[in-house]
T-cell receptor, first 116, second 110 residues
């Protein structure tokens, strides 16, 4: 069964609004979660690494003020797309692992965001 | 910076054929190599995980190999079926980071 739950699976919002995506590890504690985005016909690109109780680490070129990440507990990380624009429309996927290295990452089912 | 490339980008085969998907990575200092499948508009399904100390893993009709020194991994699919049609992604696992390949879109024709 799924060990990482991502919600919502699909969301449509108007330009200028904010959208929050949740990523939960269901049966284990995840000190680290990862957020990816995928544009059509492209591979997944890491956006940021979310660490429980501390600030997220963003990849180069990812705006931290636009993509707010909160990892308030060992089972929940949230990604908030603020003031969304049509170019933010993408597929967002989170992943979580039990330890920071050498353990398989489990992925959520993704969130399809469409900004109109 | 780790870079992961997959060849071919797309592949179309008749049902029943055996096939090989290739994955290459530039930094051999990885912890593991993972293969996923992704159906259109869907999330990722983990297929096989090879730890850095291992050379291959098998699950049913799937066999994945890993050669760290040459920076290569292959995914072998035996007796392909139409249900195998999907995009296959390899991912090189480093410390706190996973780098995905560009993907191979597979179509198995009945």
């Amino acid at each position: 069964g799924a060990v990482v739950s991502q919600h919502p699976s699909r969301v449509i919002c108007k330009s200028g609004t904010s959208v929050k995506i949740e990523c939960r590890s269901l049966d284990f504690q995840a000190t680290t979660m990862f957020w990816y985005r995928q544009f059509p016909k492209q591979s997944l690109m890491l956006m940021a690494t979310s660490n429980e109780g501390s600030k997220a680490t963003y990849e180069q070129g990812v705006e931290k003020d636009k993509f707010l990440i909160n990892h308030a507990s060992l089972t929940l990380s949230t990604l908030t797309v603020t003031s969304a624009h049509p170019e933010d429309s993408s597929f967002y996927i989170c992943s979580a692992g039990r330890t920071v290295d050498n353990s398989p990452l489990h992925f959520g089912n993704g969130t399809r965001l469409t900004v109109t | 910076k780790q870079e992961v490339t997959q060849i071919p980008a797309a592949l179309s085969v008749p049902e029943g054929e055996n096939l090989v998907l290739n994955c290459s990575f530039t930094d051999s200092a990885i912890y593991n190599l993972q293969w996923f499948r992704q159906d259109p508009g869907k999330g990722l399904t983990s297929l096989l995980l090879i730890q850095s100390s291992q050379r291959e893993q098998t699950s049913g009709r799937l066999n994945a190999s890993l050669d760290k020194s040459s920076g290569r991994s292959t995914l072998y699919i035996a007796a392909s079926q139409p249900g195998d049609s999907a995009t296959y992604l390899c991912a090189a696992g480093g410390y706190q980071k996973v780098t995905f390949g560009t993907g191979t879109k597979l179509q198995v024709i009945p």
